[in-house]
């Protein structure tokens, strides 16, 4: 039976009330210590915004616990300069737990045994269930997990594992139904926005200087961004293509134009019906190309001069001031949306049936109408009405998006009193 946003409301409502007050909770007591698992890659910007995000809601609603994050072996230095601009004094590990339940760096050694909770940050699964499971062989320390989708073709067989947990909140509801009925037993599963809602990195001097060669003004230009059904991870790696990845590169070429046509009919409906121009832009590293050949050049030549196509990659704080100086954002990716509501800023998701569940958090945030399904062809004949409708009527675009960030910070407050509840139990 599908779980409705009162269903999750009424839960977290209920597990907040049992939380007490900051001052009492703290009172003559040590800072509490958060080792943060987060970090899973940096070829999208998505995957990078999850750790800020988090880190910053712990910022804002744990300001008295001590965090470090324990990041995947790729992230990479341009990342973690531009994650220090933002948190000066955080601490970031790498490695590993072994078989013996050793560490394989001094850090990571360092930060286990002076954590007193793990926190597994947002993605698309229980991405670092290896490591949590080690973890807890080897500390019996506890953990939560805040944010992921579960049940995709990322998750494996986390049942147990999730059950052990002292939270798990899931970023759609899909995925909380999906754990309630495998038996998830975690004494608290809610629905809890994706982590990257709480981004607020900010490179607003490189986002200026963008805009500004390229005749972009603030608040007159609406971003687009294309995507194909699999990231080709082995064009953004250069590696040699398996068997699987042959045939993920052959479902990109027969549904590109597909999928890319309705994104250029919206395109050429905003440049040839208002004032606006369209950027097009990169989530993932792969993007640039992408856009230039099935959207840029294939734009009739009349919209084709207010149309911005950016050819380098960016990094999330330069993308989120960017998107944050626009009229809002449609494509075909998520987290880019995530992260413009979760700064008022309209954003409309257009998603298909090889993506996960995280699409449908629009549904559970009321944000149905700015969700479109491209395998069904009712939705992409709806999607330039509602991108010209967020182009003509900003004021009405900007409440809307208002509202959702109104419920997300909601949620955001009530998923951080369950992690008070249980630091302050340590």
């Not at 939380?19 to 007591?29: H, I």
């Not at 072994?98 to 286990?112: D, F, I, K, M, Y």
């Not at 607003?204 to 990231?231: H, M, S, V």
């Not at 959207?295 to 207010?306: C, G, H, Q, T």
Request: some cysteine; aromatic content about 8%; charged content about 25%.
């Amino acid at each position: 039976m599908p779980i409705t946003r009162r269903d999750f409301l009424w839960g977290s409502a209920s597990a907040a009330a049992l939380v007490p007050s900051l001052t009492a909770q703290t009172k003559g007591k040590p800072p509490r210590r958060i080792l943060l698992r987060s970090s899973w890659q940096v070829v999208n910007i998505g995957d990078i915004a999850h750790t800020p995000g988090v880190l910053a809601l712990l910022e804002k609603h744990l300001p008295e616990a001590e965090v470090r994050l324990w990041a995947s072996p790729d992230l990479s230095e341009e990342v973690i300069a531009m994650e220090h601009r933002r948190f000066p004094k955080l601490q970031i590990v790498k490695g590993s737990i072994g078989a013996n339940g050793r560490a394989s760096t001094p850090e990571l050694l360092a930060a286990l045994d002076w954590c007193d909770f793990l926190l597994h940050g947002s993605g698309a699964s229980l991405v670092a269930a290896k490591d949590v499971a080690a973890f807890v062989k080897h500390t019996a320390k506890p953990f939560g997990v805040y944010g992921i989708t579960h049940g995709s073709f990322f998750s494996g067989d986390d049942k147990d594992l999730l059950s052990q947990a002292k939270f798990v909140f899931f970023r759609d509801s899909v995925s909380l139904a999906k754990a309630k009925t495998e038996g998830v037993k975690s004494p608290v599963m809610e629905f809890g926005p994706d982590g990257a809602f709480g981004c607020d990195l900010r490179n607003d001097a490189q986002a200026t200087a963008f805009l500004t060669a390229n005749g972009l003004e603030e608040g007159k230009f609406l971003c687009c961004i294309p995507r194909l059904r699999y990231t080709p991870y082995w064009k953004i790696r250069n590696q040699p293509m398996t068997e699987e990845q042959r045939r993920r590169a052959a479902r990109n070429d027969a549904m590109a134009e597909h999928d890319h046509a309705p994104l250029r009919t919206a395109i050429t409906a905003v440049v040839r019906e208002t004032k606006l121009k369209v950027l097009l832009c990169p989530e993932d590293m792969s993007q640039m190309e992408v856009g230039k050949q099935w959207l840029l050049d294939k734009l009739p030549a009349d919209v084709r001069p207010r149309v911005v196509w950016r050819a380098e990659f960016w990094l999330t704080d330069e993308a989120l001031s960017t998107y944050r100086r626009s009229a809002g954002l449609f494509g075909l990716e998520m987290h880019s949306p995530i992260m413009c509501i979760g700064n008022g800023i309209p954003a409309i998701v257009c998603r298909f049936e090889e993506q996960t569940s995280k699409g449908l958090m629009w549904r559970d945030i009321g944000l149905n109408d700015w969700l479109f399904d491209f395998d069904q062809e009712a939705d992409l004949a709806r999607l330039t009405p509602a991108v010209l409708a967020m182009a003509k009527n900003p004021a009405a675009a900007r409440a809307k998006a208002a509202k959702a960030r109104k419920f997300v910070e909601k949620r955001q407050r009530e998923t951080m009193q369950v992690l008070k509840r249980e630091l302050k139990k340590l």
